[in-house]
């Protein structure tokens, strides 16, 4: 794999990384406990009182909310967790080359995945 096309996958990789923490930014704050990790946030909404059910109401909306914004949050960490891993392997020298087996991961296969750790035959 020539150094050219390791750079352009690494700043396709670096601008999808920047994004990532761009759009978890928006749901979630950063673990200070742990590094990577991410906490969704949990959203408050502003109470309109115009019956008696309406704070539950609101209530179980802030929870649903929070509900999809802890499955984004998963989703998107994971990916940005995947895209790092790829930048280190960029870093130390063993980018393109499949974890399991050691073979170097096919280009089109890279193309379609920057961040592949993989060839096709041992991805999961």
Same mark, same amino acid.
């Given at each position: 794999?020539?150094? @050219?096309?390791i750079?352009?996958?690494?700043?396709?990789?670096?601008k999808?990384?920047?994004?990532? @923490?761009?759009?978890? *930014? *928006?749901?979630? $704050?950063?673990d200070?406990?742990m590094? /990577? $990790?991410?906490?969704?946030?949990?959203?408050?909404f502003?109470?309109?009182e *115009? %019956?008696? %059910?309406? /704070?539950?109401?609101?209530?179980?909306?802030?929870?649903?909310?929070?509900?999809?914004? =802890?499955a984004?949050?998963? %989703?998107l960490? +994971?990916?940005l =967790?995947?895209? +790092?891993? &790829?930048l280190?392997?960029?870093?130390? /020298? *063993?980018?393109?080359t499949c974890?399991?087996? /050691?073979?170097?991961?096919?280009?089109?296969?890279i193309?379609?995945?920057? &961040? &592949?750790?993989? $060839?096709?035959?041992? &991805?999961?």
């Amino acid at each position: 794999m020539d150094n @050219a096309f390791i750079n352009e996958c690494k700043a396709l990789l670096e601008k999808e990384r920047k994004l990532l @923490a761009e759009e978890l *930014t *928006t749901i979630a $704050d950063p673990d200070p406990a742990m590094k /990577g $990790d991410w906490n969704a946030r949990f959203p408050k909404f502003e109470v309109v009182e *115009t %019956s008696s %059910s309406s /704070g539950r109401e609101i209530e179980q909306d802030e929870i649903e909310e929070y509900e999809m914004r =802890l499955a984004e949050e998963q %989703s998107l960490e +994971s990916r940005l =967790l995947e895209v +790092s891993k &790829a930048l280190e392997r960029i870093q130390n /020298g *063993t980018y393109g080359t499949c974890k399991k087996c /050691g073979k170097t991961i096919p280009i089109d296969r890279i193309k379609a995945n920057p &961040a &592949a750790e993989f $060839d096709m035959e041992h &991805a999961e």
